[in-house]
């Protein structure tokens, strides 16, 4: 059995992204900062999608590891709470977090880009 860590998390994402197509070239794009705002708002659509295939990826975990991937998911969304990304949502505090939970749901590349921009350590 692999315990749950951060390689697996995004393991994990990616999977679910597999399962409803991969749209890795616009994810690749978004994490280059090249994809228009039709792109990047299409990937939001694609959500409606991609959530419910983790969710069938989480629902064969065992508990000590769903807990460890929610444990891994708050500590990146903490790692993105900052005044640069909500500037760039309607003001309230759930489009803040649907903000901070997009970037974490289009993987490990844009996450990394947005975290890097932010002046982010690994």
Do not use: N
């Not at 900052?82 to 949502?89: F, G, N």
């Amino acid at each position: 059995m692999t315990m749950m860590d951060e390689q697996r998390f995004w393991s994990l994402m990616e999977l679910a992204w597999q399962a409803v197509g991969g749209r890795s070239e616009p994810r690749e794009k978004l994490a280059q900062g090249k994809l228009s705002d039709e792109g990047a708002a299409e990937l939001s659509e694609a959500l409606d999608e991609v959530l419910p295939a983790l969710h069938d990826e989480l629902s064969a975990l065992p508990a000590d590891e769903l807990l460890a991937f929610d444990r891994i998911l708050e500590r990146k969304l903490y790692e993105i709470d900052r005044t640069e990304v909500q500037r760039h949502t309607d003001g309230s505090d759930d489009g803040f977090l649907y903000a901070r939970g997009f970037i974490v749901a289009m993987g490990k590349a844009y996450f990394d880009a947005v975290h890097s921009k932010l002046g982010g350590v690994d």
